[in-house]
């Protein structure tokens, strides 16, 4: 099992003290000490259970990108990745499937991510999107609700005429998400 649990989220994270100790508080960093690596926590989690492989329980399909197509120009690919601890809505596994397209993820990587009661598969997230994602307002998508994305809202923001808002399409299903920058 993990032997430094908080070295382990940092690498996945790919951030170093530094910019750890940068990372506004409360930070999901801290909350992952209290990452639970017992199994039927899991096993029981009413956001994961339906994905999990039904004979190997601790096994479960995730979409894994590199950012949405138009932005990355790579198609998110859904793999094996084991469980290895969960915490609320996270999840961290060991990505058990060489992917085929994308060129900074590799079997054996260790793997952040999250599930949405809309979303078709769990996904990949990074704490750098979860930052960045709590000063946005991102409408449900118009066809399936799914309110997350898979680039980060700046970048898309820079992409767009507009000063404080703009629309992009669902990583999942290809509808329409509003998303708007919160005032601070
Ligand atoms: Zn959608």
């Given at each position: ?117 809309n979303a078709q598969y769990p996904f990949l997230v990074s704490e750098t999107y979860m930052l960045e994602r ?51």
């Amino acid at each position: 099992m993990m032997k430094n649990l908080i070295k382990q989220i940092k690498h996945i994270l790919g951030i170093n003290n530094a910019q750890a100790q940068q990372i506004s508080e409360p930070s999901l960093l801290e909350k992952y000490v209290q990452f639970s690596q017992a199994p039927a926590d899991w096993q029981n989690h009413v956001g994961l259970a339906p994905f999990l492989h039904e004979d190997f329980k601790n096994d479960v399909q995730v979409i894994i990108h590199e950012g949405s197509y138009k932005n990355s120009k790579k198609y998110p690919e859904l793999l094996w990745v084991r469980l290895l601890a969960t915490y609320e809505n996270y999840f961290i596994g060991e990505l058990l499937d060489m992917p085929q397209y994308l060129n900074t993820i590799q079997k054996g990587d260790e793997l952040l991510f999250s599930t949405h009661p809309n979303a078709q598969y769990p996904f990949l997230v990074s704490e750098t999107y979860m930052l960045e994602r709590e000063q946005w307002h991102i409408s449900p998508c118009n066809a399936c609700g799914f309110n997350e994305l898979f680039d980060m809202p700046a970048d898309l923001m820079a992409q767009q005429t507009k000063n404080s808002s703009f629309t992009t399409h669902c990583a999942f299903c290809g509808g329409l998400q509003s998303v708007q920058h919160l005032a601070i």
